[in-house]
């Protein structure tokens, strides 16, 4: 159902942005303020919302009864069928909103050939709408926070699952296609992406596609995985160890641990996402990892697996109460290993972090005994 309060923060951000209206195509946007979980194609279709709060819906036939069972008696209908095309139904919607001619804002859902469709087909001022829901996205309100605790603890308990099914002689794929499994034994009603399993060398590559390469007795494993409940995702990473760690991976895997650490006690109030940056990076800098350390330390997550507010250099923004957002340093040494620890931070009232992630980072609890 459309969220009426969520609709009414977004008609204040429209009034902000001085726009007449923004089309929402289906995206996390949509899905944030309708509940509608649907992916872009060619058959066309989303909300408009203006900003005095009237709507209305584009809606293919073909997909009117979800559209309506989702959006309920709040929108205008603007159905169309295949023979007849989508511009017509677009132009109807906008003439009985009032908006024909206005500013309209079009959001991160809608493909480039079909805005080229409608700037052919109609006037009006073409704006970017990609950041409009940003601020009230990315402050959660207690009940967002609550399906995002849930969805943390599913991830924490799938993590166990995986300490306690892997072995040496699995490849990397096996464990990979094991994790939706576990996922729906955890509760979530999915993921929120592909897991990333990466072991020995492959772990150097902090977005690792996958393969086949079989875990050994004393091997070194990112796993990095989140999955959905509710709407919401969750996302954790820890580097898991079968066998004996070497010096050098103790090494480094306890300056990762402290730089984690950091960055999630850098969390105070008044800290922007730059700080938060600074100091989990400092920890890597400063044991002489800084060259191996080359991303960003977090992102925000929400419906979205990224989104605002982003834990890099040159967010001098104050983080807010109901911020939520990744630590993840890594250290990635080409050719030998990687080594990456992930958490979710929420800002609490005071300004000062909660982790919502709970599966131990000390060493001895990420090493596998079989
Ligand atoms: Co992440």
């Known amino acids: 159902m459309i969220d009426l309060k969520r609709l009414d923060g977004l008609t204040k951000e429209l009034k902000n942005a001085g726009l007449d209206a923004i089309y929402l195509g289906p995206s996390t946007d949509l899905e944030y303020v309708t ?15 203006a900003a005095d709060g009237r709507c209305f819906a584009m809606t293919p036939l073909l997909y009117k009864e979800e559209i309506v069972r989702a959006f309920g008696d709040v ?9 007849e095309g989508f511009t017509g139904a677009f132009r109807r919607g906008c003439e009985h909103l009032g908006i024909a001619g206005g500013r309209i804002a079009f959001n991160d859902g809608v493909r480039a050939v079909d805005m080229l469709a409608i700037r052919d087909a109609m006037d009006m001022k073409m704006e970017n709408g990609a950041k409009i829901l940003e601020p009230l996205r990315s402050r959660k309100d207690e009940g967002e926070l609550a399906l995002m605790r849930e969805a ?15 072995r040496p002689g699995m490849n990397e794929r096996q464990i990979a296609q094991k994790i939706p499994d576990f996922f729906e ?18 772990g150097s590559m902090p977005h690792y596609g996958g393969g086949r390469r079989v875990i050994e007795e004393n091997d070194i494993i990112i796993l990095d995985l989140g999955g959905r409940y509710k709407s919401y995702c969750s996302d954790t990473t820890r580097t898991l160890f079968t066998g004996t760690p070497t010096d050098e991976q103790r090494r480094v895997y306890e300056i990762v641990r402290q730089a984690q650490a ?4 850098a969390v ?15 920890v890597i800098t400063d044991a ?22 982003y ?19 890594g250290i990635y040494l080409p050719g030998k290993f990687g080594v990456r620890i992930e958490n979710l931070v929420a800002v609490k009232p005071d300004g000062t972090g909660e982790a919502l992630n709970s599966f131990p980072r000390d060493l001895e609890s990420v090493c596998i005994r079989g």
């Open 35 to 49: 509940g509608l979980d649907t992916h872009p194609d060619e058959r066309v279709r989303g909300l408009m919302v």
């Open 75 to 83: 929108p205008f209908y603007a159905e169309w069928d295949d023979h």
């Open 152 to 166: 943390s603890r599913m991830v924490d308990e799938v993590v166990g699952m995986l300490k306690a099914f892997i």
């Open 185 to 202: 034994e955890a509760g979530a009603d999915d993921i929120s992406f592909s897991p990333i399993v990466a072991s020995g060398p492959n």
């Open 262 to 265: 950091a960055g999630e006690a």
């Open 268 to 282: 105070v109030k008044g800290a922007t996402g730059q700080d938060v940056d600074r100091a989990a990076r400092k």
């Open 288 to 309: 002489g990892y800084g060259q191996f350390f080359f991303n960003r330390v977090g992102h925000g997550i929400g419906i979205a697996v990224h989104e605002s507010p």
């Open 311 to 329: 834990i890099i250099e040159g967010n001098d923004k104050p983080l807010k109460p109901g911020n939520v957002f990744s630590v993840e340093p």
